[in-house]
C-alpha cells in the first residue's frame, strides 16, 4: 500500500532531540506467550528507537515500553513526554522515529516533508489512546460538582469568577460553595489536551466561548487565567492553589475534584467507558489519505452515558521509512501497543479506555504495511 504525498514544503527545524528514557521491566504473561504482535522470547530484535509527543499518554507510554522490552530485550525505546506539538515538531524535522500527538496531523502539516519517511509518502495517525479529559478543581470541601458547558466556558473565559456564583449554585443545589474567587489554570505549552478541550468548549458552548479553538493558549486571551507546563505542571498548579480549576487527562486527576459534564438531560462523570462511548459514536474525519485512521469527535452528543470530552491520541508514524532498522522497531511497538495485551498494560498503569476489537484490527492492518 503506497501513500502519496499532497504536496511538499521546507522541513520544519528541529526540536531539542534530548529524550527522557521511560524503560522499565514488565513480568511476562503469566502463560509465557507472547503479545500480540511482537517477539517470542528469543527475540532477534535489536537497536534503539525514540519518540516524542503527548504528556496525557506519558503513563501508558511507560507501561508500553516495559511490556514490549521484556519481550525483546536487547530494544531499547524512550520517549519523551513533550507535548504533542513538540512531538509532532521532532517527528516531521526527523529527530523521533514515531510521535505521540492529542490531535492528528493538520493539513497543512501534511503538506510538508517529513525526514524520516521515504520522499513521496504519507504518515498515519493511527487512534492507540482513549482517555477522558477531566476538569480537576480544588475547593476546601467540595469533591465533585455538576457544570453544564456554558459555566465552564464562562469560568475560563473570565465571566465567573467566584465559587458561589449562582450558575454555578444551581447546578449544585446541596453543595455549600465558598465566596472563594475562582483561579483557571491552563496548559502553557502547545497541548493537543488544550485543542481539545477548547473544541468541547467552541462546540457546546459557541455563545460562551468566542475564541474558537487552539492549542496554544494565547498570551492575550483570559488574562486571568494561569499558564503551566505539561500536564504534570496544570495538577500541581490546580493542587498547590486554591479556588483553582484546570483541565487534564483525567488518568492524573488524583484526589482532585472533578466535574461531571450536563450532557442532554443528565450529568455524566467522567469514566473510561464513557470515554470509549463517545469515540464509538463519532464518525472518521472526511478526506484523509488512505490509512489515516483520524476520528472526528462528536462533542454535542446527548446519548445517555456518553462523555463527550474526550482525548484521543494518535501514535504518528511513517508507512515507509528511509532507515529499515527503524522500520522494523517501530511495526513492531505499534503492533504490542495497539495488541490486547499492550492496551490492558496501557489501562492498568493510566486508566485509559481499551480501544476496541474492531478499531484494533484495522490500526494492524495499517501497521502491517510500515516497511
Same mark, same amino acid.
Given at each position: 500500500?503506497?501513500?502519496?504525498?499532497?504536496?511538499?514544503?521546507?522541513?520544519?527545524? !528541529?526540536?531539542?532531540?534530548?529524550?527522557?528514557?521511560?524503560?522499565?521491566?514488565?513480568?511476562?504473561?503469566?502463560?509465557?506467550?507472547?503479545?500480540?504482535?511482537?517477539?517470542?522470547?528469543?527475540?532477534?530484535?535489536?537497536?534503539?528507537?525514540?519518540?516524542?509527543?503527548?504528556?496525557?499518554?506519558?503513563?501508558?507510554?511507560?507501561?508500553?515500553? !516495559?511490556?514490549?522490552?521484556?519481550?525483546?530485550?536487547?530494544?531499547?525505546?524512550?520517549?519523551?513526554?513533550?507535548?504533542?506539538?513538540?512531538?509532532?515538531?521532532?517527528?516531521?524535522?526527523?529527530?523521533?522515529?514515531?510521535?505521540?500527538?492529542?490531535?492528528?496531523?493538520?493539513?497543512?502539516?501534511?503538506?510538508?516533508?517529513?525526514?524520516?519517511?521515504?520522499?513521496?509518502?504519507?504518515?498515519?495517525?493511527?487512534?492507540?489512546?482513549?482517555?477522558? #479529559?477531566?476538569?480537576?478543581?480544588?475547593?476546601?470541601?467540595? =469533591?465533585?460538582?455538576?457544570?453544564?458547558?456554558?459555566? #465552564?466556558?464562562?469560568?475560563?473565559?473570565?465571566?465567573?469568577?467566584?465559587?458561589?456564583?449562582? *450558575?454555578?449554585?444551581?447546578?449544585?443545589?446541596?453543595?455549600?460553595?465558598?465566596?472563594?474567587?475562582?483561579?483557571?489554570?491552563?496548559? @502553557?505549552?502547545?497541548?493537543?489536551?488544550?485543542?481539545?478541550?477548547?473544541?468541547?468548549?467552541?462546540?457546546?458552548?459557541?455563545?460562551?466561548?468566542?475564541?474558537?479553538?487552539?492549542?496554544?493558549?494565547?498570551? @492575550?486571551?483570559?488574562?486571568? @487565567?494561569?499558564?503551566?507546563?505539561?500536564?504534570?505542571?496544570?495538577?500541581?498548579?490546580?493542587?498547590?492553589?486554591?479556588?483553582? #480549576?484546570?483541565? *487534564? =487527562?483525567?488518568?492524573?486527576?488524583?484526589?482532585?475534584?472533578?466535574?461531571?459534564?450536563?450532557?442532554?438531560?443528565?450529568?455524566?462523570?467522567?469514566?473510561?467507558?464513557? !470515554?470509549?462511548?463517545?469515540?464509538?459514536?463519532?464518525?472518521?474525519?472526511?478526506?484523509?489519505?488512505?490509512?489515516?485512521?483520524?476520528?472526528?469527535?462528536?462533542?454535542?452528543?446527548?446519548?445517555?452515558?456518553?462523555?463527550?470530552?474526550?482525548?484521543?491520541?494518535?501514535?504518528?508514524?511513517?508507512?515507509?521509512?528511509?532507515?529499515?532498522?527503524?522500520?522494523?522497531?517501530?511495526?513492531?511497538?505499534? @503492533?504490542?501497543?495497539?495488541?490486547?495485551?499492550?492496551?490492558?498494560?496501557?489501562?492498568?498503569?493510566?486508566?485509559? *479506555?481499551?480501544?476496541?476489537?474492531?478499531?484494533?484490527?484495522?490500526?494492524?492492518?495499517?501497521?502491517?504495511?510500515?516497511?
Amino acid at each position: 500500500m503506497k501513500f502519496t504525498k499532497l504536496g511538499r514544503a521546507a522541513v520544519i527545524a !528541529a526540536a531539542g532531540t534530548l529524550l527522557l528514557s521511560s524503560c522499565a521491566a514488565n513480568e511476562p504473561a503469566a502463560d509465557g506467550a507472547a503479545p500480540e504482535g511482537t517477539q517470542a522470547a528469543g527475540s532477534t530484535l535489536s537497536g534503539d528507537v525514540a519518540g516524542a509527543g503527548a504528556s496525557s499518554m506519558g503513563a501508558a507510554q511507560e507501561a508500553w515500553i !516495559a511490556g514490549f522490552q521484556t519481550e525483546n530485550p536487547d530494544v531499547n525505546v524512550t520517549y519523551d513526554p513533550a507535548g504533542s506539538g513538540a512531538g509532532r515538531e521532532q517527528f516531521i524535522a526527523g529527530g523521533v522515529s514515531f510521535a505521540g500527538s492529542d490531535a492528528y496531523l493538520k493539513d497543512e502539516e501534511l503538506e510538508g516533508e517529513f525526514a524520516a519517511c521515504v520522499p513521496d509518502t504519507l504518515p498515519v495517525d493511527l487512534p492507540v489512546y482513549i482517555s477522558p #479529559i477531566a476538569i480537576i478543581f480544588n475547593v476546601e470541601g467540595v =469533591d465533585s460538582l455538576n457544570l453544564d458547558a456554558s459555566t #465552564i466556558a464562562k469560568i475560563f473565559s473570565g465571566q465567573i469568577t467566584s465559587w458561589d456564583d449562582p *450558575a454555578i449554585a444551581e447546578q449544585n443545589e446541596g453543595v455549600e460553595l465558598p465566596a472563594t474567587p475562582i483561579q483557571p489554570v491552563h496548559r @502553557s505549552d502547545d497541548s493537543g489536551t488544550t485543542e481539545n478541550f477548547t473544541e468541547y468548549l467552541a462546540a457546546t458552548a459557541a455563545a460562551d466561548w468566542t475564541e474558537g479553538v487552539f492549542e496554544t493558549w494565547p498570551s @492575550s486571551v483570559y488574562s486571568t @487565567s494561569e499558564g503551566a507546563q505539561g500536564t504534570s505542571g496544570v495538577v500541581d498548579a490546580v493542587s498547590n492553589g486554591t479556588g483553582t #480549576i484546570g483541565y *487534564a =487527562d483525567a488518568s492524573r486527576a488524583g484526589d482532585l475534584g472533578t466535574v461531571a459534564l450536563k450532557v442532554g438531560e443528565e450529568y455524566v462523570p467522567f469514566t473510561a467507558e464513557a !470515554a470509549a462511548a463517545a469515540v464509538d459514536a463519532s464518525p472518521r474525519v472526511e478526506g484523509r489519505h488512505d490509512g489515516d485512521i483520524a476520528v472526528e469527535l462528536d462533542r454535542t452528543t446527548t446519548e445517555a452515558g456518553v462523555y463527550p470530552l474526550v482525548l484521543i491520541s494518535y501514535a504518528i508514524a511513517c508507512t515507509e521509512y528511509q532507515d529499515a532498522e527503524a522500520a522494523e522497531l517501530v511495526k513492531a511497538y505499534l @503492533s504490542y501497543v495497539a495488541s490486547e495485551e499492550g492496551q490492558l498494560a496501557g489501562e492498568a498503569n493510566a486508566g485509559n *479506555a481499551p480501544i476496541s476489537d474492531a478499531l484494533r484490527g484495522e490500526i494492524l492492518d495499517v501497521v502491517e504495511t510500515i516497511k
